[in-house]
């Protein structure tokens, strides 16, 4: 009897401490939200007077107008947040980050029509640094695939006639006007002609995953396998187990780093497809079974401290928050959805403990996050990348992460 008691209260103890740590979990991933929500201002700013407007229309025709944070801006890294707050509204039941990314979505097509009306008269810049520039441009995947794919999720709740529109002109650019080798592989002409980026998967897959369930028409889905295929048959390293940043098609060969986000962007692109994917549909098998060839490669990669190094086979570069963030979200999912053994929930739950304690501040902003990152043929230029402190490249896979790994403590009990 004395022993029956003591286990029942081991067991409460446990359950106790569990519910703790679940509890703190929460309030640390809504505190990395709050942080964007509060902080986060819609509006404009005149860089010659300070003065700020809510619309641009309040503003006078000399204004020089620019977004009073990032947070304003249409950028992949923008999409990543918002279908991250809307994955934590649902998570929670708190509508106020669903409305926060509904927004923000609201925000941009709002607003566009008058910058793209004032950079056509004026060309100031490459229209990636002009407000909404790469709304209505669509020149490159990150114009639009990542954006397209929150405004997919905002969709579901906020039905607009130009939403939609939107989305059926990026699917019209990722699907037939953004450049592809040969084999269907989606390529860049710069820094040099037809080049595969890594990150390129996330700014494809995820919309294709969204638009074959929105659409109805599974082409989308086949051409998401595709990618995936075809990306890793020309990235992926046997010998070091990780992806490489790029591949250059005019000369055969790939680039010089295994870099942390990019084989981040690798494995959320993953997660995403399998996330819509039907169970019966031919090659998703095909797309697990890369995800879990991944998550073992990287696995042997991670610090002691439970985070991965910005240049992931060099210990001597700094442990990154951006990838340490996609990779514990993707393998919780993978855990909590059955896609691979359980076993290897520690890695995430270690790599959580790490970003907890060495990389989220009390306020809510996430330290150590990769700021964006073209590709050199030199590793230093990945060394000496600064990190930021809440760096839009990041703060939304922390949360997304924060989410998963709660689900993956209650699945383990």
């Not at 509890?23 to 505190?31: A, L, P, T, V």
């Not at 300070?50 to 503003?59: E, F, R, V």
């Not at 998550?295 to 910005?310: N, R």
Request: net charge neutral.
């Amino acid at each position: 009897m004395k022993r029956a008691i003591f286990f029942t209260l081991i067991l409460f103890i446990s359950t106790l401490a569990l519910a703790q740590n679940v509890n703190e979990d929460e309030k640390i991933i809504r505190k990395v939200a709050d942080y964007i929500v509060e902080n986060g201002v819609l509006g404009f700013k005149d860089v010659n007077t300070g003065k700020i407007y809510q619309s641009p229309k309040d503003a006078p025709a000399d204004a020089k107008l620019r977004f009073i944070t990032p947070f304003g801006e249409w950028h992949y890294t923008n999409g990543v947040i918002n279908m991250a707050l809307i994955n934590l509204s649902d998570f929670t039941g708190d509508k106020k980050y669903a409305d926060y990314a509904a927004r923000h979505v609201a925000f941009g097509m709002d607003n566009y029509k008058y910058f793209q009306e004032r950079y056509d008269k004026e060309k100031d810049g490459p229209h990636y640094h002009f407000p909404f520039g790469q709304l209505w441009t669509m020149r490159e995947l990150d114009d639009c695939g990542a954006m397209g794919a929150s405004m997919m999720d905002v969709y579901e709740f906020v039905k607009r006639d130009d939403y939609k529109k939107y989305i059926q002109d990026a699917a019209r650019h990722i699907s037939e006007g953004q450049e592809r080798l040969e084999d269907g592989t989606l390529v860049r002409r710069f820094p040099h002609e037809m080049t595969l980026w890594a990150d390129d998967l996330y700014m494809s897959v995820p919309f294709l995953a969204r638009m074959g369930k929105f659409s109805g028409d599974t082409k989308y889905w086949d051409d998401a396998i595709l990618q995936i295929k075809n990306f890793s048959k020309y990235l992926w390293d046997e010998n070091k187990e990780l992806y490489w940043h790029c591949y250059y098609s005019d000369v055969d060969r790939n680039g010089v780093a295994h870099w942390g986000r990019c084989n981040g962007w690798v494995i959320m692109a993953k997660v995403h497809l399998l996330n819509i994917l039907p169970e019966d549909y031919p090659g998703r098998e095909d797309v697990r079974k890369d995800l879990e060839r991944q998550i073992l490669g990287i696995a042997k990669y991670q610090s002691p401290e439970g985070l991965w190094h910005q240049l992931l086979d060099k210990n001597d570069s700094y442990l990154e928050s951006s990838c340490s963030a996609m990779f514990v979200y993707s393998i919780a999912r993978a855990v909590n959805q059955g896609w691979i053994d359980k076993r290897y929930a520690s890695i995430a739950l270690k790599g959580w403990e790490g970003l907890k304690k060495l990389k989220i501040r009390s306020d809510g902003q996430v330290k150590d996050i990769c700021v964006g990152t073209g590709i050199e043929d030199n590793l230093v230029f990945y060394y000496e990348r600064p990190a930021r402190l809440n760096e839009k490249h990041g703060i939304g896979s922390v949360i997304d992460a924060g989410i998963e790994v709660i689900k993956l403590k209650k699945n383990l009990k």
